[in-house]
């Protein structure tokens, strides 16, 4: 049995019909938790709207499930890495959750105000030894405030579970489930769709055979958003999840064989299980992959992410597939008539997402050799942030380096780069330059400058960042090449070792678990107002019993409606064509500006935004009308068959643009100003005077909640009720009454 956390929104109801879906769910009669970490967030505070809570509660639940022992720290971040939550914060969701990592548990719970040794003093909001309350320490009364900036305020990020309790008492695993044995399915879907679940790669080379344009799927992170947000539909999927071919490793003398369905978190344990137990000279490859897939999305995707899938999609900006060149990996591919045949990884790239497989092939397994000595194997990737995105520039560097005399010359060597070109990209001009060079300073000069033309970048690049990008490529090279002087240092007669100051380029990086904290002044006034009690809706939230809009049942006849969409970012509408709307299946109706009763403007404060753009849009996905049909799916599909011509426009995309072109929103000058500015600068009684510029990438937040509305009408449409996601209920009443 394996418990492991997923990215929910990706499984298709298809694909987890073999899994036993552990939910937060409660007994609503007494409202009793099942586990202590649904009480722990309730206490934190950590939940507002509570439309993560759900998705927080079980990848935490995961976690602990599948842990031998309290996870540390830095395991439950990392594990928490792919929930978002855009409104509670994160630092009470982590304080609600600290409890249970495998710190002492006095510094988080409410023992932790007190002195634990001596004078050492744990803030309680940090759960850090610090000098906030150590004047309480002293002697004077301790119990649950403590004192910052002279104010006595209530630590925020205080929680008295104690989590060490829970690990004995937990959920049983449904034993029917253990024993229910798994059988092949064959399904239909919307639109005529067909999904199959073979269990054997028999069946699934005759699946291929009847449907050669059949898409495989295994963890469904590529397909499902093809099919979901860009609008492809593909008539049969083939889950290939559970074939056991396709699901194995196999330890050989030479090097490690990976069944193409295996997911990234299993490659990820075998991994380091192999660099544990082999000669360390062999698994230079393996290290780096581990490195890599540490930085590749969170872990709900890694646990059902497949090796095969990330390699078949050959995404530019894969972050695997440059490794599995640079690395001298082979990819096994089988045809229909079970005829394998074997191919370089560093040839199976043929361009954007098209890889050397026949229809009627499928990717079998991938043999990923050992490293030999002194050959040595490296990942990089650079993304706007470390966790959870995708690599603006990626490589996989490798070089075998032979002793030849005094020196220690390249007798091989592969230098791999994604995000550069419509395929991953091998230098292949570079690796000539290397072969045979002496690996020293000079060889650094001369691949540098080899390289920045072998991998060119023009100015109008797709992707664009081109400066950046350039300098990302020969700064890989750069620490490779440290790297590899690092690994040989102190090597018989190998001259250069790293001067210490360099060391700091290769060092890879650790984030520490993260800090934070809240202080308030309780100022309590009657019943409530003023103390920090628990909201009431949370603990229907962390028990996923809070109702949403997309919970409420329709109603019998229900409509649903789908938004047509602006695709340009700055058009005048010349025309609006609904024949291909109309003459799909389930259509009800398609409403433009001139169909709104009432005012077709709105906005929060001042009303100078258009309900339905009526001639011009401004920006991409902007509403230009609404089309109803039977089904919620019916309705996406007939709004993406509503044609629209535009004459396009200038568009002023950026503030640099907007100040050139002086385009300023009317009346909206701020400045900001204390005291006298002018008086201040003139007189020098400032100690120092910093000018420039700063740029800030502001953006409104958005909604983790789909926006969505429940609307229907009595006493023949003079009563209308409302079930809306929305903070702002009165502008649906007035808006309403508009209408
Ligand atoms: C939130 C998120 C974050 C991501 N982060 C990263 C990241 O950091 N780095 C990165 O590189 N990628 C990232 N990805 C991309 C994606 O997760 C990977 O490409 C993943 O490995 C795909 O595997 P899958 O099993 O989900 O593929 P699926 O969607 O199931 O399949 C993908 C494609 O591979 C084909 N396929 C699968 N198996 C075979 C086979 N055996 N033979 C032939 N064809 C096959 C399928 O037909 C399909 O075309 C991310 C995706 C998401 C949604
Ligand atoms: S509570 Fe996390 S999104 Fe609202």
Avoid at 477 to 483: A, H, I, Y
Wanted: charged share 20%; glycine share 8%; hydrophobic share 40%.
């Amino acid at each position: 049995m394996v418990i492991c956390g997923v990215h929910s929104i990706l499984l298709t109801i298809l694909v987890i019909l073999i899994f036993y879906v552990l939910t937060s769910a409660y007994s609503p009669a007494c409202l009793k938790f099942q586990h202590g970490l649904q009480e722990s967030l309730v206490l934190a505070h950590g939940s507002q709207c509570g439309f993560c809570t759900p998705g927080f509660i079980m990848s935490m639940y995961a976690l602990l499930r599948s842990s031998q022992t309290p996870p540390s720290e830095e395991q439950i971040e990392e594990s928490l890495a792919g929930n978002l939550c855009r409104c509670t914060g994160y630092r009470p969701i982590i304080d609600a959750f600290r409890v249970f990592a495998k710190t002492d548990d006095a510094l988080y719970t409410n023992r932790s105000s007190l002195s634990l040794q001596g004078s050492e003093f744990v803030c309680p909001s940090t759960g850090k030894p610090c000098s906030c309350g150590s004047k309480d320490v002293n002697g004077h009364n301790t119990t649950k405030q403590s004192t910052t900036c002279g104010k006595r305020y209530m630590p925020v990020s205080y929680n008295e579970i104690d989590g060490s309790t829970y690990c004995e008492k937990e959920l049983i695993f449904p034993p029917e489930l253990l024993m229910r044995k798994l059988t092949p399915l064959n399904l239909s879907g919307f639109g005529g769709l067909k999904w199959h679940r073979p269990l054997g790669l028999h069946h699934v080379l005759d699946l291929k055979a009847r449907y050669p344009d059949a898409k495989l799927v295994v963890g469904n992170s590529e397909v499902g958003i093809e099919m979901k947000l860009k609008g492809i539909q593909y008539q049969v999927l083939i889950s290939i999840a559970h074939v056991p071919e396709l699901n194995f490793f196999r330890v050989k003398d030479d090097g490690l064989e990976i069944g193409a369905a295996v997911r990234l978190s299993e490659l990820l344990d075998v991994l380091r299980k192999v660099v544990a137990e082999r000669d360390a000279h062999e698994t230079s490859s393996c290290k780096a992959f581990i490195e890599q897939i540490k930085w590749f999305a969170g872990k709900q995707i890694k646990n059902i992410a497949s090796v095969g899938g990330n390699i078949c999609t050959a995404s530019p900006i894969s972050d695997l597939n440059p490794l599995w060149m640079a690395a001298g990996a082979q990819f096994r591919i089988i045809n229909c008539k079970g005829d394998i045949r074997t191919t370089l990884a560093r040839d199976f790239f043929l361009g954007y997402r098209k890889v050397d497989l026949a229809r009627s092939e499928i990717l079998l397994s991938i043999f990923l050799p050992w490293t030999r000595p002194f050959e040595y194997v490296k990942e990089f990737k650079q993304a706007h942030r470390r966790d959870d995105d995708i690599a603006i520039v990626n490589a996989g560097m490798r070089i075998s380096l032979e002793e030849n005399g005094e020196k220690w010359a390249v007798a091989d060597a592969l230098i791999v780069y994604g995000g550069v070109a419509p395929v991953s990209l091998s230098a292949s001009k570079t690796k000539d330059f290397l072969i045979g060079k002496s690996w020293d300073q000079e060889l650094l000069q001369g691949a540098l400058s080899v390289l920045e033309k072998d991998i060119f970048l023009k100015e109008d690049a797709p992707g664009g960042m081109v400066e950046f990008r350039k300098s990302l490529i020969l700064s890989f090279f750069f620490k490779f090449f440290l790297w590899v002087c690092h690994q040989m240092d102190g090597k018989q007669s190998f001259k250069k070792s790293l001067p210490l100051s360099h060391l700091s380029a290769i060092q890879s990086f650790c984030r520490p678990s993260s800090i934070g904290s809240q202080d308030y002044e309780i100022t309590k006034s009657g019943t409530a107002v003023g103390s920090p009690d628990v909201h009431l809706s949370s603990k229907l939230q962390v028990t996923g019993e809070a109702e949403y809009a997309d919970d409420t049942p329709m109603p019998p006849n229900s409509l649903h409606a789908a938004l047509v969409l602006s695709r340009k970012p700055h058009a005048r509408i010349l025309s609006i064509d609904d024949s291909g709307a109309k003459s799909s299946p389930g259509f009800a109706g398609l409403f433009l500006s001139k169909d709104v009763p009432g005012g077709n403007n709105i906005g929060p404060v001042v009303y100078d935004e258009e309900l339905f753009a009526s001639e011009f849009v401004t920006c991409v996905g902007q509403i230009i009308g609404v089309v109803v049909a039977n089904t919620h799916e019916n309705a996406k599909f007939a709004a993406r068959k509503v044609h629209i011509e535009y004459e396009e426009l200038p568009a002023i995309l950026s503030i640099e643009d907007a100040l050139k072109s002086k385009s300023f929103h009317p009346n909206s000058e701020r400045c900001m100003k204390k005291g006298d500015v002018e008086l201040c600068f003139q007189s020098a009684a400032c100690d120092k005077i910093i000018e420039g510029e700063v740029q800030v990438g502001g953006q409104e937040h958005f909604y983790l909640e789909p926006q969505g509305s429940v609307i229907w009408t009595m006493d023949g449409g003079n009563e209308v009720h409302m079930i809306s996601s929305t903070q702002y209920s009165c502008s649906y009443h007035m808006m309403t009454l508009w209408s």
